[in-house]
Structure formats: C-alpha cells, structure tokens
C-alpha cells in the first residue's frame, strides 16, 4: 500500500511538471511590449487564430505576433493604452500530458497601468531566410533594424 501512494504522488508529481502553462508579467505600461512564453511539450503548431485577449469578456484587438523559436513558442504583443484588467487566452493547443497529448485552453491575467512607455519593441521573424527584423517605436515613426545570422548546429 506503501508502495502505491509513493508511485500515486510520483505519477502527479510528473503530471503537474508537465503540464503547460504561460509565462508573463503581471503588470505593463501603456504602449509597452508584452512577452508571453508557453512552458511545456507544444506538439502542433500554434497559430495567431488560437490567441485572443480579452477585457472581461470582450475580444480586444491588439498588434501581436507569434513565433517558434528553438522549439518554444513566444508571442510578442503592445499593451493597450488604457489602465484596465486584460487576460490572454491560447484555445486548443496540442500539449503532451504525462506523456499523453491533451488539447487544453491556456490563460493568464495582466494588467496595463497609468503609465505610457516611452518606446516599444516590435520583433518579426522570418524563418525561411534566419533573420530578425526589430521595429523600435512609440507613435513616432518606426525604427527599422535588420538582423541576419547563422544557425550553428
């Protein structure tokens, strides 16, 4: 019986490591870059049709964009510009569970202050040719810096 529960508290133990989740900060300025991390096994692509961001209930349209990079997936995004609660879901991503794929709904709640940032980060990525374009900018015109590198194995 021993035995049994030890292997029980094992098997949850394991479960909950695995499980995924999201990882950002709680609190942003107006205008600020959001980076958001999924922890965990993703094992189908996820797209921009599986994020949204919410006020309450309501759908809110932000500029964001969503990138695999080296097998994990990141999703940049600028904060609104009004103090508020705000939460962003990813709907039916394809996780490993214990070993299992589960499809689960991810969440996770932030908050936009009074402040506005005085700059933001727009990151694009184009995996076909390796390179990273960055976009410096805050309402004023927009900073263009290119990036090429090599993938060394």
């Not at 508290?9 to 989740?21: E, G, N």
């Not at 510009?81 to 991810?106: M, Q």
Request: aromatic share 10%; proline share 3%.
């Amino acid at each position: 019986m021993r035995t049994f529960v030890g292997f029980m508290m094992l098997v949850l133990f394991v479960s909950a490591a695995s499980a995924a989740s999201l990882s950002l900060d709680q609190e942003y300025d107006q205008g600020e870059t959001i980076l958001i991390s999924v922890a965990g096994k993703v094992l189908e692509q996820i797209d921009r049709e599986d994020i949204g961001f919410k006020r309450g209930h309501v759908l809110v349209p932000l500029e964001f964009e969503v990138v695999n990079l080296g097998g994990s997936w990141h999703v940049w995004a600028l904060a609104p510009l009004n103090e508020e609660e705000y939460s962003v879901l990813f709907s039916d991503i394809v996780v490993s569970e214990g070993g299992v794929p589960a499809v689960v709904d991810l969440s996770a709640n932030f908050s936009v202050g009074l402040n506005k940032t005085a700059y933001a980060v727009a990151l694009e990525v184009d995996c076909t040719v390796q390179s990273m374009v960055v976009n410096l900018g805050y309402i004023s015109p927009i900073v263009n810096v290119q990036m090429a590198y090599l993938k060394i194995h």
